[in-house]
């Protein structure tokens, strides 16, 4: 991520850790996430793009062994800090990828980062960066924008949530512009982003090393089926802005 993308985020750490309450993550993104990744029980993690260290302090709550936040931007580790200072003590929070950190991870997970990366040198530098940090074997989770989200700009904002399309005419363009923006209960806040394509991505995962790509839709874990999920959430079930692609680093990457 450039830093002019972290430098966008200073700002959003009390409001970006508001949307942890908010339903369509509530209800559906953060249990999917969970669901995913399963037993953590002595598992070496990075959070990758922590971001206020949310799924980071959950995550050694959950019983993770050595748990790591990376994020590059600032205000956001400082709140990441703060909190799991209270809550989640023996989290390493970094502001930068050492070389003592690569190869040394069971599991990396990477929440809204991918979207951040502006050209298709940096989304494939990104992956590669993801990957790297893995121990042969080790497993990747990452959710970009939804390769088939809706682009225009009312139709998350029921949820405290606007994605809208730069260009509302091209709107699933490689490297196309989309405003992110989060508005509840008074507060508001935006960032820009990139829209990558389910074929971008799939290709720069896999020069990076991953294996075995698959993709998950956001559902309703605690619902028996979709349809029997609080009724204000079908529209987001129908159309949601992001989806999980997890796959494994290859044990032998020639």
Not at 29 to 52: H, M, N, R, Y
Not at 185 to 207: F, I, P
Not at 228 to 252: C, F, M, N, T, W
């Amino acid at each position: 991520m450039s830093k002019n993308n972290a430098g966008q985020f200073n700002e959003l750490a009390t409001l970006y850790e508001d949307t942890a309450h908010w339903s369509f993550r509530k209800e559906i993104e953060i249990p999917s996430v969970l669901q995913a990744i399963g037993d953590v029980g002595g598992l070496s993690v990075l959070d990758f793009g922590c971001g206020t260290g949310m799924y980071s302090r959950w995550l050694k709550q959950r019983g993770a062994g050595r748990v790591v936040g990376y994020d590059p931007t600032s205000g956001m580790l400082n709140y990441a800090r703060r909190r799991a200072e209270k809550e989640s003590p023996g989290i390493s929070f970094v502001t930068r990828l050492s070389p003592d950190l690569i190869g040394q991870f069971d599991l990396v997970l990477a929440v809204h980062v991918l979207q951040y990366a502006s050209s298709g040198s940096e989304l494939q530098d990104m992956c590669a960066d993801m990957v790297g940090l893995l121990r042969p074997g080790g497993r990747l989770l990452t959710l970009p924008i939804h390769p088939s989200y809706d682009p225009r700009r009312s139709y998350y904002e029921r949820y405290g949530l606007r994605l809208s399309a730069d260009d509302l005419q091209k709107p699933y363009v490689d490297g196309g512009g989309v405003r992110i923006g989060l508005c509840k209960n008074g507060k508001q806040g935006s960032v820009s982003a990139s829209y990558w394509s389910a074929a971008s991505l799939e290709r720069a995962l896999g020069q990076a090393g991953l294996r075995s790509l698959n993709w998950r839709e956001l559902d309703a874990p605690e619902c028996a089926a979709l349809d029997q999920a609080p009724k204000e959430l079908h529209a987001y079930l129908q159309k949601p802005h992001s989806i999980i692609i997890e796959g494994v680093r290859a044990r032998d990457p020639r």
